[in-house]
């Protein structure tokens, strides 16, 4: 329609509801708008609170589980721990525990005791003593913050066997973060641990009377062994010393002797292992002569060669020193070990004993070196060398003495004095094995060019020489002694071993006997008391003994060689120690020191006379030795004499004369063995040199009445040289039976070799044959070597051939 | 001496009508003195309506700030609502500075070249720094720009936020654009003596012990006491709840730098690639971190006990800012403007402020020697008072 054909009013009025409506609908799109938008905020804040919800829902649920997971640990940890781990507030009172205290106190709930206080709990299953330990331990905790340990007996089930606990308390608290400052901050109270200790209580008990079972049985049978050994060792002892024994004689009982000392040994060695096993041996160190120590295991070991042609060979440095700290003893143990095996072990040859030493950290380090040219060792068996109770080549051995033990202690030993061995060999060749211990210095010389070249000149051809001991023992008939043993063995033992003594000796069997003669007012030099004795045992006696008030010297005889050592019967009032079998050297210094030395007057009366008195047994050098020392003695003995006489007709002012015969006889009689005599030429020699007429004078007469007297001593010996001369071997049955000798060894046959032999001892034989036949008796005899046996017939046949 | 105006409409549909307003405001206020800055929090609507585009053709000053979801003056709190807070004065000047865009892979670098190429000789008093949320990016890289480039200067600001959680909407304002892609400073010259204010969660809130964080790389946790952070995160149960989506609401973490300086919070924003946990900063390694457990009770407790502080220190002071993460505001659930709620009651008249929800919070921790020691928070309550 055109708009002039619209009245104007009316299109007025249009237009105006048109801009209203515009305006309406500006209005409702702004308010569509703002729906929107409070639609979009809405549904935004909204979702985001679903989201935090949502996540705070995982949140806690996460924590929850692992709450409970906390929980569930915690549970399983108290439920299944051994232990007995309680906690208790400050107030004492229970807060939780693991199950083993619910168990150990039979009780099925922790409810029945939560929030009682331990007291109440604990009262009747501690002693009241340890309860009151408790109550302070956890006062302490609980104020001081200490951490108390202690241990003791609970019965927590009241069953009246208690059981061993080791208890600690200490302090437990954590800080909480507490945002609400009404609440504590913090939570404490008292850890309480208790670990039962009752198995392990009871398992040290057994281990410890297992242990001391043990001791016991070996000193018992260390003492009931080693009293019939002792008596028996003893009484050879006493025959070897009779005079003009027949040869036969002799040589049995050397072997019996020897046996005896190689139980003895064997015993000792038991007990070595015994206490090294059990960590009881113990170095006893002590300041030592170095020379004389070389000297006397050397001495004891040449004896060991007996008849066989090893030549014993000493090489010791002249800059070793004079003087160390160490155990003596026990050193002595390993070389005595080591020389004894090397000479077991060697058929023929050379052993040699060399000495070195060197400085390391301020020690000295002493070095031992023992070789061989004995059977060797094989590279497999090196491996086992120092292994217990293992022995090898036990065909050719088997009836070698030993029982395995001795590179075992001796390794051990070493070991202890913090050394080392090393072996080397090489079979069929020889060995040779090294110690090195660790000694400690002493401020002293060395020994010195000249003391090593006599100990180095101690070179020895095995020619027979005897098992016996030098000593000189002088007549104390103004000393009584008193032997108290509860076994008549060892009293016939001690009688025997101290009547050249020519001593008073009285003897009981008990101690009450011994109490009863010191009530009756005796008084001796010496009293010898056995250790172990029934009803009142050695130790007691001497108590009461010393509790009466006896002051006399009481000397302990013991076989038990685990218990007891000098420390001990010191402590028990004893003066000296002895051990059985009686060692002749330690009787014979007792007797000088508590006996002579205390006598000096009437000792010095009778030193004359013990200058007379024989060694216990001269040594057997061969017969052409002794004959040339008694043409030699007897020429000087015509030599002093004459010399003697002119003076008592003119002044003699030169003793030169006397200074070259005493020299001479100084070295012949210690060739000789004769060491006692051979100190007397020397000091008159010395008094040559000093020109000291007056000693010379006053001695010569003595010395030369000995002289004499050795000269008709050795007399027996002597003529055996005479006798060879005369002799007429037979060798062609000598060859004869040498060849079935060794023709059975070889077949170990030895009642067909023994035949052979005693065949051969119906005929006469030069004392050189006869010794060689000796020692191929002595190798089926004793050590059933039949190898070495068949070597040393073939090899004696061929020198017979020759 | 700085004068505070603060300015706030709600007005979305009406241009005139909301420009009006703010300017009738400002006249209440006084008027303005020879320098003046505004600082802007608004919702994301006034962007979209254009109202913050009228406004700030309107105003004649500077103004500079971030998206929010929710803001208050004294007196008005919610979340469509445009506040400014207005500074002006006469011996305090103020410098704005726009960086270049922040996506290129170093932004310390161009945030440091841009401050250098515009800053003055002297330090400023105070450095006010806004940001888009920019997922990419580690606002400590932000901080440490900054603190680098200013010789130490106190840093103070905060991330855009927006009320979706998308952050898709988190935008800086500035030179009457709102940018996703650089940050604004204001830095402010003269006689101010800023003080700081820090609350995030309760020490009571912690549970377990502290984990040494021994490797990350930047804000990707890697290890824990040794072992792989999804082990830990398994052996204490806590996986489930990390893997919700914003688990940071309930499952904040404090860090402690091990340097002396106050421990600061952080918020864990998912599992990556490798098993590794993205926080929403950066984990120091050689720190030590601690797990804690939030809930509203403690948002209002530490924020409440903050603003007792603040009320404390305020005689003399010329205005408060304020931002607060918006996982504080998601842990309050139906209660989100509680803390808002909380600060208006106890602050009152007593001094201009203006608070904001942040992504990410800007705020010294403590002032060694002449430098302050910048950091950047999650989950935190941080306030500015000057």
């Known amino acids: 329609m055109d708009d002039a054909l619209i009245p104007e009013d009316i299109n007025g009025k249009l237009l105006e509801e048109n801009r209203k409506l515009l305006e309406e609908v500006e209005e409702l799109r702004r308010e569509a708008k703002k729906c929107a938008r409070e639609m979009r905020l809405q549904s935004s804040f909204l979702s985001k609170i679903t989201k935090a919800s949502e996540a705070k829902d995982a949140f806690n649920s996460s924590l929850l589980k692992a709450n409970e997971k906390q929980r569930v640990y915690m549970d399983m940890l108290l439920q299944n721990c051994p232990n007995i781990i309680i906690l208790l507030n400050d107030e004492g009172r229970f807060v939780l525990s693991t199950e083993a205290f619910m168990s ?46 202690f241990d003791a007996q609970a019965d927590f089930n009241r069953s009246g066997t208690p059981r061993f606990y080791s208890i600690e308390l200490r302090r437990a608290g954590i800080e909480l973060h507490n945002h609400n400052k009404d609440e504590d901050d913090s939570v404490s109270g008292v850890l309480v641990v208790m670990i039962d200790l009752t198995e392990v209580m009871l398992e040290k008990q057994n281990a410890e009377a297992a242990n001391n079972a043990k001791s016991t049985f070996l000193a018992t049978m260390s003492h009931e062994i080693r009293t019939p050994i002792g008596a028996i060792l003893g009484i050879v002892q006493i025959e070897m010393l009779k005079e003009n024994l027949p040869e036969e004689y002799i040589s049995a009982l050397e072997k019996i002797y020897r046996s005896g000392n190689g139980l003895i040994g064997i015993i000792n060695d038991i007990l070595d292992m015994s206490k090294i096993e059990t960590g009881k041996l113990e170095l006893v160190p002590i300041e030592y002569d170095v020379p004389s ?84 060792i094989k590279p497999e068996d090196q491996k086992k060398l120092f292994t217990e109770y293992t022995r090898f080549n036990h065909t050719a051995n088997r009836a070698t003495e030993g029982t395995g033990l001795g590179l075992s202690i001796t390794k051990n030993l070493v070991a202890m004095m913090g050394g080392l061995i090393e072996a080397k060999s090489e079979y069929g060749k020889g060995s040779a094995f090294t110690v090195t211990i660790k000694q400690q210095a002493v401020e002293c010389e060395p020994i010195g060019e000249e003391l090593a070249k006599k100990l180095g000149n101690f070179t020895f051809t095995g020619s027979g020489q005897a098992a016996g001991v030098k000593i000189v023992r002088e007549f104390m008939p103004y000393g009584k002694v008193l032997v108290v043993d509860d076994v008549e063995a060892n009293l016939y033992v001690a009688e025997g071993l101290m009547s050249p003594y020519k001593i008073k000796i009285e003897t009981v069997t008990d101690g009450f006997a011994a109490i009863e003669r010191a009530e009756q007012g005796e008084v001796y030099d010496i009293i010898f008391m056995d250790h172990m004795m029934p009803r009142m045992d050695g130790i007691e006696t001497t108590q009461k003994l010393r509790d009466m008030g006896y002051n006399g010297t009481i000397v302990a005889l013991t076989a038990n060689a685990l218990a007891g050592n000098d420390e001990m019967f010191m402590r028990n009032g004893f003066d000296g120690f002895i051990s059985k079998p009686i060692d002749i050297r330690q009787l014979n210094d007792a007797l000088n020191k508590f006996i002579r030395d205390m006598h000096p007057e009437e000792a010095e009366k009778y030193k004359a006379t013990a200058a007379e008195a024989t060694p216990v047994q001269t040594p057997k050098a061969s017969p052409k030795l002794l004959e040339i020392f008694r043409r030699d003695a007897e020429k000087a003995v015509a030599a002093l004499r004459k010399t003697v006489m002119e003076d008592k007709f003119r002044r003699v002012n030169d003793v030169s004369s006397f200074t070259t015969t005493f020299h001479a006889m100084k070295s012949a009689l210690a060739v000789i063995g004769e060491d006692e005599i051979s100190k007397l030429a020397f000091e008159l020699e010395k008094a040559g040199n000093n020109k000291d007429r007056s000693f010379i004078f006053s001695n010569v007469e003595n010395f030369t009445n000995t002289l004499e007297n050795l000269i008709i001593k050795l007399t027996p010996e002597i003529s055996a040289v005479s006798d060879d001369e005369s002799i007429q071997e037979d060798t062609a049955y000598l060859s004869e039976q040498l060849k079935i000798i060794q023709a059975a060894c070889d077949e170990y046959d030895d009642e067909a070799a023994y035949a052979a032999l005693d065949r051969l001892q119906e005929k006469k034989w030069s004392t050189e044959t006869a010794a060689a036949l000796e020692n191929i008796r002595d190798m089926l005899f004793l050590h059933s070597d039949f190898e070495e046996a068949a070597k040393a017939a073939k090899q004696f046949a061929v020198n017979n051939e020759q | 001496m700085i004068k505070t105006i603060t300015l706030h409409t709600t007005e979305l549909d009406y241009e005139d009508k909301a420009v009006g307003e703010l300017l009738a405001q400002l006249e209440q206020g006084g008027g303005l003195l020879k320098n003046t800055v505004g600082i802007i929090s608004c919702h994301y609507e006034f962007v979209l309506s254009d109202i913050f585009k009228a406004a700030c053709e309107a105003l004649p000053f500077e103004i500079v700030g971030t998206i929010t979801s929710a803001q208050s003056v004294p007196g008005e709190i919610d979340t469509l609502l445009m506040t400014i807070m207005v500074l002006t004065s006469d011996d305090v000047e103020f410098d704005t500075i726009v960086t270049d865009p922040l996506m290129s892979g170093n932004p310390g670098q161009v945030i440091s070249d841009n401050y250098k190429s515009s800053c003055r000789a002297e330090k400023p008093a105070l450095i006010l720094t806004f940001a888009p949320f920019i997922a990419q990016n580690c606002g400590d890289e932000y901080v440490n720009a900054v603190t680098e480039a200013s010789g130490g200067a106190p840093c103070f600001g905060t991330l855009a936020i927006d009320d979706t959680l998308d952050f898709v909407n988190c935008f800086m304002l500035a030179d009457k654009e709102h940018h996703n892609d650089k940050m604004a400073m204001i830095l402010i010259y003269g006689a101010v003596s800023p003080k700081f204010y820090v609350a995030n969660i309760s020490e009571s809130r912690i549970f377990g012990k502290g984990a040494n964080i021994t490797k990350s790389a930047g804000s990707l946790l890697m290890e824990l006491n040794g072992r792989h952070v999804k082990e830990y995160f398994d052996e204490i149960s806590m996986t489930d709840a990390a893997e919700q989506q914003y688990a940071m609401s309930s499952l904040p973490f404090l860090v402690d730098f091990n340097d002396g300086s106050p421990k600061v919070s952080r918020i864990f924003v998912m599992f990556v690639d490798g098993g590794y946990a993205l926080c929403a900063a950066a984990m120091p390694q050689g720190g030590t971190m601690y797990i804690a457990k939030t809930d509203g009770a403690d948002v209002l407790l530490t924020a409440g006990n903050a603003i007792d502080e603040i009320t404390e220190d305020i005689a003399g002071k010329s205005a408060l800012l304020v931002y607060t993460c918006i996982s504080r505001a998601m842990a309050l659930g139906g209660n989100q403007l509680g803390e808002l709620e909380l600060l208006d009651k106890k602050i009152g008249g007593k001094i201009p402020f203006m608070v904001g929800n942040s992504g990410g919070e800007i705020c010294p921790t403590m002032v060694s020697g002449e430098k302050a020691i910048n950091r950047f928070h999650n989950n935190a309550f941080v306030a500015c008072m000057f």
Not at chain 1, 118 to 140: H, I, L, N, P
Not at chain 1, 319 to 335: C, F, M, N, V
């Open chain 1, 104 to 149: 150990a106190m039979n009780t099925p709930n922790f409810d029945y005791i939560k929030n009682l206080r331990y007291s109440e709990v604990f009262q009747k299953c501690f002693t009241d003593d340890r309860m009151a330990y408790f109550d302070t331990a956890f006062d302490r905790v609980v104020k001081s913050n200490e951490v108390v340990r």
């Open chain 1, 293 to 376: 120590l070389i000297n006397d295991v050397v001495q004891l070991n040449i004896a060991r060669i007996s008849s066989k042609p090893i030549k014993f060979i000493l090489d010791a440095d002249a800059k070793l020193p004079s003087t160390l700290y160490g155990d003596e003893l026990r050193l002595k143990q390993i070389l005595n070990n080591l020389l004894s095996n090397a000479i077991k072990y060697t058929a023929a040859g050379h052993v040699k004993l060399s000495v070195r030493h060197f400085v390391q950290d301020g020690d000295i380090m002493l070095s031992f070196t023992v070789e061989d040219t004995g059977q060797g």
